[in-house]
């Protein structure tokens, strides 16, 4: 056969092959669901801005080369369940759990898709991994140090309110690391000569009646817990300064909405770190081998201007220590 013949016949023959049998069909983008604990978007703001830097950064852009899929359970445990069960139905290639609770609920619905825990007290307490060193099983990801902080955090509020004699305790049960919160802080709080309350707030209605509560019975001073508070926010910080309450947090950033300081990880930092693990697990990482780490860094915050709102002196040495002053 002539090699004009052959080349004809051979042209002829490919045409009638189906398109993926001439081609190598392009790869879908990888897909990757987070599971959030605020309501939406906007209250999540902070952390999904740097989340999604974070993934630009490594060179993923969403749309071009990654899909991701965020989902918003409202701090609502039943809403964790269902958006968890619908990620891993969905069959993405990762998902990224932003509290304790959120990777338990997608543990509970895939143990073959990984999960990339944000930020947690205790995963190894929880049975989300074996140990922080080897996890084993598709959990990897992040643990916070909160519970051992407390007693800082406490040392903190003391420098701007000397006479601190008894502390409200702000927080909603249902959160999982409320329990050993309250230990940990009943404990610092004994050392310190410190004497604590709780005050249970499970809506953004409680807020509010709960500062004047605390302002009323003559506490001096509120440590708010848990995401719950963080979500509510902007409510928190009105309500706590109102009230003339100094108040202090873990969390960076809800210090900006009136509260008095705060102390604890570096949360932005988590979500950097989260999404490389991510880009790890995608290049061929298995979760069970990423060790879960710890913080490398902390936080301290002084909220100056409500200091002042509320008479009170922040000591020189501590304005000098702290990473941010809010003027």
Not at 116 to 136: H, I, Q, T
Not at 285 to 305: H, M, S, W, Y
Not at 309 to 316: H, S
Request: hydrophobic share 40%; net charge neutral; charged share 25%.
């Amino acid at each position: 056969m002539r090699r004009r013949e052959f080349m004809t016949l051979l042209g002829g023959t490919a045409a009638a092959w189906p398109l993926s049998s001439r081609a190598q069909r392009r790869k879908p983008n990888p897909r990757v669901g987070v599971l959030w604990h605020a309501a939406n978007a906007k209250q999540e703001e902070e952390y999904l801005v740097v989340l999604t830097k974070a993934f630009h950064e490594l060179g993923y852009v969403e749309g071009k080369n990654i899909e991701i899929d965020h989902r918003f359970p409202a701090e609502q445990p039943e809403r964790f369940r269902t958006l968890a069960q619908e990620l891993a139905e969905s069959k993405v290639d990762v998902i990224v759990a932003v509290t304790g609770l959120g990777a338990m609920e997608a543990k509970r619905a895939t143990n073959t898709i990984p999960i990339v825990l944000v930020a947690d007290p205790d995963p190894v307490g929880k049975g989300l991994v074996e140990s922080l060193a080897r996890p084993g099983g598709n959990v990897t990801g992040f643990s916070l140090m909160t519970v051992d902080l407390t007693s800082k955090r406490l040392e903190l509020l003391k420098e701007i309110v000397p006479k601190l004699a008894r502390l409200a305790l702000v927080l909603d049960p249902r959160e999982p690391s409320s329990k050993p919160t309250i230990i940990a802080n009943e404990k610092a709080g004994k050392a310190a000569g410190c004497s604590t309350q709780i005050f249970e707030v499970t809506t953004a209605a409680e807020i509010d009646p709960t500062f004047s509560a605390i302002a009323r019975e003559g506490f001096d001073g509120a440590l708010v817990i848990g995401a719950p508070m963080y979500n509510e926010r902007v409510q928190v910080g009105a309500s706590a300064t109102a009230h003339k309450v100094p108040t202090i947090t873990a969390n960076a950033e809800e210090v900006p909405y009136g509260l008095l300081l705060s102390y604890g990880p570096d949360f932005p930092d988590y979500f950097r770190r989260a999404v490389g693990y991510v880009d790890r697990i995608l290049k061929g990482a298995k979760p069970g081998d990423l060790p879960i780490e710890q913080p490398t860094r902390f936080k301290l915050v002084v909220n100056l201007k409500t200091a002042k709102a509320l008479g009170l002196t922040v000591p020189p040495s501590l304005l000098a220590t702290a990473d941010e002053v809010i003027e």
